[in-house]
């Protein structure tokens, strides 16, 4: 890690989620690696572990949790080493798979607590993203699915949280997002 990632002034922002959520894309977004709404979502590989990107001009220091099942595992373990001084966390859902909803609710509930736990200032914040402008969640309404799961958790957890609907195809929808963490 370089020095420049471990600046103490640096707010410390987490994006968290399954494999798969559109996660590394979103840190593209906010490092404007991607300018430009794309007309075909960009071919990723999965994240190793975290990545961290900083982005000096806003004073930000991005930790984009790799979702796949063995590194969620190893920061739960021990989030005194991953978890602590957060400002900011985003949890990211995808809305358009169906099949891993619930597994994205329980990583949810197991690692809200954590985080809470470990940096009780930190701010949360849920993304409902690859809302793309042209899918239609009338038929399965995932985030109302979602949603309806975890409310009295959350509630129990006294926590306000923001909620944002997001897309690759729609930049500014990343963004704004992203306004609010200063
Ligand atoms: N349809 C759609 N696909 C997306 C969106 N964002 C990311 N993807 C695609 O979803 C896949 C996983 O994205 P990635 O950022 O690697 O997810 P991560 O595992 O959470 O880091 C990639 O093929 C992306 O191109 C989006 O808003 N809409
Ligand atoms: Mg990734």
Redesign the pocket.
């Given at each position: 890690m370089s020095n420049e990632m471990n600046r103490e002034d640096l707010i410390k922002v987490i994006?968290m989620?399954?494999?798969?959520?559109?996660?590394?894309?979103?840190v593209?977004v906010l490092t404007d690696k991607i300018r430009f709404n794309?007309l075909t979502?960009?071919?990723?590989?999965?994240?190793k572990n975290i990545e961290r990107s900083v982005i000096s001009e806003r004073n930000l220091v991005v930790w984009?949790f790799?979702?796949q099942e063995v590194y969620r595992n190893e920061y739960l373990a021990d989030p005194e080493t991953y978890l602590r001084s957060i400002s900011f966390a985003f949890y990211?859902i995808?809305v358009?798979d169906y099949y891993r909803l619930f597994n994205s609710i329980m990583y949810f509930m197991t690692v809200l607590p954590i985080i809470v736990r470990n940096s009780p200032d930190a701010e949360i914040n849920i993304l409902f993203?690859?809302?793309?402008p042209n899918?239609d969640p009338t038929k399965k309404n995932l985030k109302q699915m979602f949603l309806d799961k975890v409310e009295s958790f959350i509630q129990g957890h006294k926590k306000s949280i923001k909620i944002f609907d997001?897309?690759?195809?729609n930049l500014n929808s990343i963004k704004s997002a992203f306004n609010h963490v200063k």
């Open positions: 994006l989620g399954l494999e798969n959520a559109g996660k590394t894309t979103i593209d794309q979502p960009p071919d990723m590989s999965p994240t984009d790799g979702g990211v995808d358009q993203n690859k809302t793309d899918f997001t897309s690759i195809f």
